[in-house]
């Protein structure tokens, strides 16, 4: 079993977009209230006083939308400057990057995924639910500026949806040949959506690799790492090709992190909401930051038997009362 020292932080549930996989348009989400927000100052004594001590040292900032987040750059500042803070990251949709991006990376956020389903502006926003201005343009900017301020890696997330954007999986793997970005393709979940799920399931990274193989070739780059993701390249590549396959793969003797969602739920699996804990509310009633750190240390030491598909080998879905947008995806 790995390690567990990795948290994802959902900053805020909210987002500017309504991907057809995560939030669709139509389907009304019970929103965290502002005051159930765990706030700045409550989210770094759990970052400096909770989870530091009890092992955890990368954090991603996500959400939701983590951009819409106000004072979102002050933050990460903050838990940048934490001594113990080995890494910060964060996954964002990009629409709100290009004109922070510099202060991000002068803040100390060093790495950055962003979500970009499709190098076409009109199937992007089909994904995106907007009906509206096109949005792909904005994206794309947010990309570049992320590039040129020098973020590095700069991934690209990547989800797949049978006969929607796959066919442009080829064109999304040819960005890494000449440029140091790293695409990530991730298995569509029946998370947050499962009529489009049912409707149109999904693909395994295996069919993908092949499709990438037959016209390039393709390397191992570094498969098995610390995260989710099967590394692989393109010959001769400057980026890499990741593949997220949790609806393949069971991954769970590697998984290294927990989620804390923006309402404060400490989650030890993606896909199994039993054993949260709720630290906000000890926070607010007074209970001492070592008693939290007690809890959380029983949560790792469960987290083995209660990580989610390697109890029950894959053959069930999960509990899914909450989106990706709502757990911190
Ligand atoms: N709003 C940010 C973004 O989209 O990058 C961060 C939050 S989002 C929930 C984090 C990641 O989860 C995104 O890359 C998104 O594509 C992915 N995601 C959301 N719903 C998913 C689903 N049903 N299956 C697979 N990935 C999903
Ligand atoms: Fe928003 Fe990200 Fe979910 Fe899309 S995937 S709706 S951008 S939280």
Same mark, same amino acid.
């Given at each position: 079993?790995?390690?567990? %020292?990795?948290? !994802?932080?959902?900053?805020?549930?909210?987002?500017?977009? !309504?991907?057809?996989?995560? *939030?669709? @348009?139509?389907?009304? =989400?019970?929103?965290?209230?502002?005051?159930?927000?765990?706030?700045?100052? @409550?989210?770094?004594?759990?970052?400096? @006083?909770?989870?530091?001590?009890?092992?955890?040292?990368?954090?991603?900032?996500?959400?939701? @939308?983590?951009?819409?987040?106000?004072?979102?750059?002050?933050?990460?500042?903050?838990?940048?400057?934490?001594?113990?803070?080995?890494?910060? /990251? *964060?996954?964002?949709?990009?629409?709100?990057?290009?004109?922070?991006?510099?202060?991000?990376?002068?803040?100390?956020?060093?790495?950055?995924?962003? $979500? +970009?389903?499709? &190098?076409?502006?009109?199937?992007?926003?089909?994904?995106?639910?907007?009906? #509206?201005? $096109?949005?792909?343009?904005?994206?794309?900017?947010?990309?570049?500026?992320?590039?040129?301020? #020098?973020?590095?890696?700069?991934?690209?997330?990547?989800?797949?949806?049978?006969?929607?954007?796959?066919?442009?999986? &080829?064109?999304?793997?040819?960005?890494?040949?000449?440029?140091?970005?790293?695409? !990530?393709?991730?298995?569509f979940m029946p998370i947050g959506n499962s009529q489009l799920f049912s409707d149109r399931g999904w693909i395994p990274s295996e069919e993908l690799r092949q499709r990438i193989r037959d016209r390039w070739g393709l390397t191992e780059s570094q498969v098995r790492g610390n995260g989710p993701a099967d590394v692989f390249q393109i010959p001769g590549a400057k #980026?890499?090709?990741?593949?997220? $396959?949790?609806? /393949?793969?069971?991954?769970?003797? !590697?998984?290294?992190? *927990?989620?804390?969602?923006? %309402?404060?739920?400490?989650?030890?699996? +993606?896909?199994?909401?039993?054993?949260?804990? %709720? =630290?906000?509310?000890?926070?607010?009633?007074?209970? /001492?930051?070592?008693?939290?750190?007690?809890?959380?240390?029983? +949560?790792?030491?469960?987290?083995?038997?209660?990580?989610?598909?390697?109890?029950?080998?894959?053959?069930?879905?999960?509990?899914?009362?909450?989106? *990706?947008?709502?757990?911190?995806?």
């Amino acid at each position: 079993m790995n390690q567990v %020292d990795y948290l !994802r932080i959902s900053l805020v549930d909210r987002c500017n977009f !309504r991907c057809q996989y995560c *939030m669709p @348009e139509g389907v009304e =989400l019970d929103y965290i209230l502002k005051q159930q927000l765990l706030t700045d100052e @409550e989210l770094l004594t759990l970052i400096e @006083e909770v989870f530091v001590p009890v092992g955890f040292t990368q954090f991603r900032l996500t959400g939701g @939308e983590p951009l819409l987040r106000p004072g979102v750059v002050e933050l990460v500042r903050a838990i940048a400057s934490l001594p113990r803070t080995k890494d910060l /990251s *964060m996954t964002t949709n990009g629409f709100l990057l290009a004109p922070i991006a510099q202060d991000l990376y002068e803040a100390g956020l060093r790495r950055i995924n962003i $979500s +970009l389903d499709s &190098l076409d502006p009109d199937i992007f926003n089909a994904i995106i639910g907007n009906r #509206g201005r $096109s949005r792909w343009q904005q994206v794309w900017e947010g990309i570049h500026a992320a590039y040129c301020v #020098g973020f590095n890696p700069l991934k690209l997330n990547v989800v797949v949806i049978p006969g929607v954007n796959d066919h442009e999986v &080829l064109n999304l793997a040819a960005l890494t040949i000449d440029k140091q970005w790293h695409i !990530r393709f991730i298995e569509f979940m029946p998370i947050g959506n499962s009529q489009l799920f049912s409707d149109r399931g999904w693909i395994p990274s295996e069919e993908l690799r092949q499709r990438i193989r037959d016209r390039w070739g393709l390397t191992e780059s570094q498969v098995r790492g610390n995260g989710p993701a099967d590394v692989f390249q393109i010959p001769g590549a400057k #980026g890499t090709l990741g593949f997220i $396959s949790q609806m /393949s793969e069971c991954f769970c003797d !590697r998984c290294n992190r *927990m989620r804390l969602s923006a %309402d404060g739920w400490l989650r030890p699996c +993606l896909l199994n909401e039993t054993h949260q804990i %709720d =630290l906000k509310t000890a926070l607010r009633t007074g209970i /001492s930051t070592a008693q939290l750190q007690e809890q959380v240390r029983g +949560l790792l030491a469960l987290k083995p038997e209660i990580n989610f598909k390697q109890r029950d080998a894959g053959t069930t879905t999960g509990v899914y009362t909450r989106t *990706m947008s709502q757990i911190g995806g």
